[in-house]
């Protein structure tokens, strides 16, 4: 199995799928696969360690946002039929605000994909909009876009949240896959707990899970020698992303959002799953209800034709190798997701298996999607159900 994932895996990085990646999986707990392989990037200068700190995209809507409702919902604090106008200010009147939670988690409120939140601060000619970006970090302008541009300290409530507010809703609700409402999830927070979004995670999760790497805005804390580069950006911020957030919209929310910023190597990333994966709990203490844990990792509109769970990804509610991000074998009960980045996380409770896969695909830029054409991710989780099934055999 070892030596048919590193040839998957080099002969991906030969056809530049990704410059490097690290593999990792875990059987009942214990590592089964922990690999790293290439280089951070195509100069082949920088060797991909295996606790290499990687840009998690996406996964942060559930290593963050979810992770947070859960633990709220288990304290009684979130109620999931009630619409997000409840939880967030100045969403009254909106048709977004009428959204229920349930329905924003599971991506079934027909809400829109995504906002190009960049945009706001030029105007057509190209120049800045006054008052929105300086070239000095300052009290009014705190944001680092870049080395040298910093956002207005507003923008989140002026611009961002406002554009969320308006953003189209479908008159008939259905799945549309949908970032707009994890935006909105630090708020949520603040609310209804008095922390600030790190400081309950890290409060109720990664400080005891001891998740040293996970964190936003991981330059301040870590040398940019083990921060693996994503994106040289040529359209917004014009220079090469490496240790700040791939994404447009949660760098202009100072690298802090619930639709992605989250960054962490893949042990530890793989330590919060197994603990999802164990019903909440992980060496003797209880992070969330088992029966919490059950609700938010089970498909909640499969008669809809929707296999979401609530944050969490599933396995396609029928099969496709083309589609697929999984393994054919994954079971009904697994969950995960993916990020933008090259990432993903699968647990599966009925192989007690932890999948875990970093990448930085959208290195040089975002149009190299080998990563998906050649099917890589699902095609080593496969291999080692193939590799799982065989020693149930014996």
């Known amino acids: 199995m070892q030596k048919d994932i590193d040839s998957i895996v080099n002969s991906a990085i030969s056809k530049e799928a990704f410059p490097g990646a690290v593999v990792y999986a875990s059987y009942q707990g214990k590592p089964l696969v922990y690999e790293s392989y290439g280089y951070h990037t195509y100069d082949s200068l920088n060797p991909v360690y295996v606790s290499d700190i990687y840009d998690l995209a996406s996964l942060t809507k559930v290593m963050a946002s979810t992770l947070a409702l859960m ?188 639709n992605a910023g989250l960054f962490g190597d893949a042990i530890d990333v793989a330590t919060l799953w197994q603990m999802l994966l164990a019903d909440g709990n992980l060496d003797g203490y209880q992070y969330l209800s088992p029966s919490t844990v059950d609700l938010f990792t089970a498909t909640q509109y499969g008669n809809l034709d929707n296999r979401r769970a609530l944050g969490f990804d599933k396995p396609l509610l029928e099969y496709d190798s083309i589609r697929s991000s999984v393994g054919k074998s994954a079971s009904v009960r697994s969950f995960g997701h993916t990020g933008y980045t090259g990432t993903l996380a699968w647990a599966d409770p009925d192989y007690d298996l932890v999948f875990v896969f970093l990448s930085n695909r959208v290195y040089p830029d975002r149009t190299h999607r080998l990563l998906y054409e050649l099917n890589i991710r699902p095609t080593i989780h496969q291999l080692i159900y193939d590799y799982l099934d065989a020693i149930r055999e014996n």
């Open 71 to 258: 633990k709220l919902y288990d304290q009684g604090k979130v109620a999931l039929d009630q619409p997000i106008k409840e939880y967030v200010n100045g969403m009254g009147w909106s048709k977004f605000g009428k959204v229920s939670i349930r329905e924003a988690l599971a991506h079934q409120g027909g809400i829109k994909s995504w906002i190009q939140y960049y945009n706001e601060i030029k105007r057509g000619n190209g120049t800045y909009k006054r008052n929105t970006i300086s070239t000095e970090y300052s009290e009014k302008f705190p944001i680092q876009l870049t080395d040298n541009l910093f956002l207005h300290r507003d923008f989140y409530e002026k611009k961002i949240k406002k554009m969320i507010k308006r953003a189209p809703i479908e008159k008939q609700p259905h799945y549309v896959y949908s970032g707009l409402f994890f935006y909105l999830v630090p708020e949520m927070v603040r609310n209804l707990s008095g922390m600030g979004f790190e400081e309950y995670l890290e409060t109720f999760f990664y400080d005891s899970l001891d998740m040293q790497t996970v964190c936003f805005n991981p330059a301040s804390e870590f040398p940019l020698e083990r921060i693996v580069p994503t994106e040289i950006d040529t359209f917004f911020r014009h220079e090469a992303i490496h240790g700040r957030v791939h994404d447009e919209g949660a760098i202009m929310m100072n690298g802090v959002s619930g």
